[in-house]
């Protein structure tokens, strides 16, 4: 069995958000004519426009008038400052749109389709920063390029959820925190996180940065078309704290309780933190301090910690226990409105680990506040990447491998040169997953014990059907199976084979089963081995 196969991609499952009905246009304000509701929206690789037909759900904006004229640009009546966005959007070839958080700070969208290097300018990119005083050429700066190239083919739905926090601004209206894209996720690819904003992007509404502004779609350079806008916005949560009292203790019993009566040290600090010491072990701290509740409710505790920690509310103890502190333990406690007292107990007997105190409140609806100081807790240590790369020639590589949430035990992937890949399930000689862009995470296979042995795909890739392409029925009637077993499919290994392209030849497996009597040769190449 021989197969050709051209690589086509689907997005991903959005957010569960508020959705913004594409009924009608009367979410925006005054829409330009370029800008229709639609039932639907198709396009192509080669075309220039979108085909659309009548109905409604999908926002299509056509580009009835010249290029550039902000008068097509669309603003949401939506006003926002943190925001999580989940959207899907789809351009014909050659097109270019934006979507403007608070209407200053752009993720562009572009058709950059199989670029292998993308900067801040192509699809996906946070675009840069402008100012002409810089001198001719350098005007663009701080500008962020996506991690990789996530964005399929012009013609195909692509789906983004960014994860934005806005600029926050004290009492006075000074700024006290840049704007920031917490996340950025594209066809299920992370192209950026934690990208703090200096200022506004180019082609801002205004250079003034606000705590809340409306969401904005860029008009004017191109057709384009969206649909299942959906969001989510938090409250400002309006629970505050008082300084924290403290008592610090040096040394310990076997028991954990402090050897001395008398504190070495105490005094008063702006938030609990475990950098009062420098200790690495054997030390106990007390915190004391207040938590000023505007509205009753239910709210959720969360803390972590490197050792033994308790955390008391009003006199009942919300948390007790030993833990390192990427254990984090959740509790939901009732409080009125007003003053409530807390005590924090923070103790440690060992050195193996960092110092390390997190306790956190939520009001429902609202961020996660740190009741500790943000540095008391560490950062964790990060994971390295381990990649497995084509390097010019067909990568093949077994493992385990999850399918949606079963774990496969036999499967194979292959990467193409042309940086096509796919996985295998060699128990039923079946795709499981295709993409496109860099081959394997093995990060899970040799970092650490490697205990999950799993890869995982990197690039923008969806999942196949796993099913065998061929199936024996007796009759008409027969119901299709969902799964072969191995006296009706029999693996019996592959081996390595060399086809030739136009840009050269390369060697591919070829997977070999006895399927009920039929001997089947199984092999995958691409139809083009250019990657541009």
Not at 27 to 35: C, G, H, I, L
Not at 145 to 164: S, T
Not at 426 to 433: A, E, T
Request: hydrophobic share 35%.
């Amino acid at each position: 069995m021989f197969k050709k196969l051209l690589f086509l991609l689907i997005p991903v499952s959005a957010l569960a958000q508020t959705e913004i009905p594409l009924n009608d246009l009367s979410a925006f304000k005054s829409p330009s004519d370029a800008w229709s509701i639609q039932g639907g929206v198709s396009g192509n690789a080669f075309e220039t426009t979108l085909k659309s037909t009548a109905g409604k759900g999908v926002l299509l904006n056509q580009l009835k008038g010249a290029k550039y004229l902000s008068k097509d640009d669309l603003i949401f009546n939506l006003e926002h400052g943190d925001i999580q966005l989940s959207l899907d959007f789809m351009i014909p070839k050659g097109s270019n749109s934006g979507i403007y958080l608070q209407g200053r700070y752009e993720v562009q969208i572009l058709d950059s389709w199989l670029k292998k290097n993308p900067h801040s300018g192509d699809c996906g990119g946070i675009y840069h920063r402008w100012d002409e005083s810089r001198g001719k050429g350098n005007e663009g700066y701080e500008g962020h390029a996506p991690r990789q190239n996530a964005v399929k083919a012009p013609g195909l739905w692509n789906h983004v959820e960014i994860d934005f926090k806005a600029p926050k601004f004290d009492a006075s209206g000074k700024k006290i925190a840049n704007a920031r894209f917490a996340k950025v996720i594209m066809n299920g690819v992370l192209i950026h996180e934690n990208i703090e904003l200096l200022g506004v992007t180019r082609g801002a509404l205004t250079e003034t940065e606000v705590a809340k502004g409306p969401l904005r779609i860029q008009g004017d350079h191109g057709w384009v078309a969206f649909k299942n806008i959906s969001y989510k916005v938090y409250e400002t949560s309006n629970v505050t704290f008082s300084p924290a009292t403290y008592q610090y203790y040096e040394g310990l019993t076997p028991t954990g309780s402090p050897k001395q009566s008398s504190p070495t040290a105490s005094g008063t600090i702006a938030q609990p933190t475990a950098k009062l010491t420098s200790v690495q072990s054997g030390f106990l701290l007390k915190f004391q301090g207040k938590i000023n509740i505007v509205d009753a409710g239910n709210y959720t505790f969360m803390t972590r910690w490197n050792g033994m920690g308790t955390l008391i509310v009003d006199n009942d103890t919300v948390t007790n226990g030993w833990r390192l502190q990427h254990e984090e333990l959740k509790t939901v406690k009732q409080l009125s409105s007003g003053e409530h007292s807390y005590s924090i107990i923070y103790s440690k007997d060992f050195s193996w680990r960092k110092n390390g105190l997190g306790v956190f409140i939520q009001k429902p609806l609202a961020e996660i506040q740190s009741i500790t100081e943000r540095t008391s807790l560490p950062d964790p240590e990060p994971t390295p990447l381990v990649e497995l790369k084509t390097n010019g020639e067909t990568a093949i590589q077994r493992s385990f491998m999850m399918y949606g949430d079963k774990k496969k035990t036999h499967t194979i992937s292959v990467g193409m040169p042309c940086g096509l890949s796919f996985a295998y399930d060699l128990n039923q000689g079946s795709f499981l997953h295709l993409w496109r862009g860099g081959f394997l995470n093995t990060t899970e296979m040799w970092h650490d014990r490697g205990e999950p042995q799993t890869a995982e795909p990197i690039g923008v890739g969806f999942q196949s059907n796993d099913k065998f392409p061929l199936v024996y029925l007796a009759n008409s009637e027969e119901i299709l199976p969902d799964s072969l077993t191995r006296n009706d499919l029999k693996y019996k290994g592959y081996k390595l084979e060399k086809r030739w392209s136009f840009s050269g030849t390369y060697t591919y497996p070829n997977f070999m089963y006895d399927y009920k009597g039929l001997k089947v040769n199984d092999i995958t190449t691409p139809l083009f081995h250019e990657n541009t």
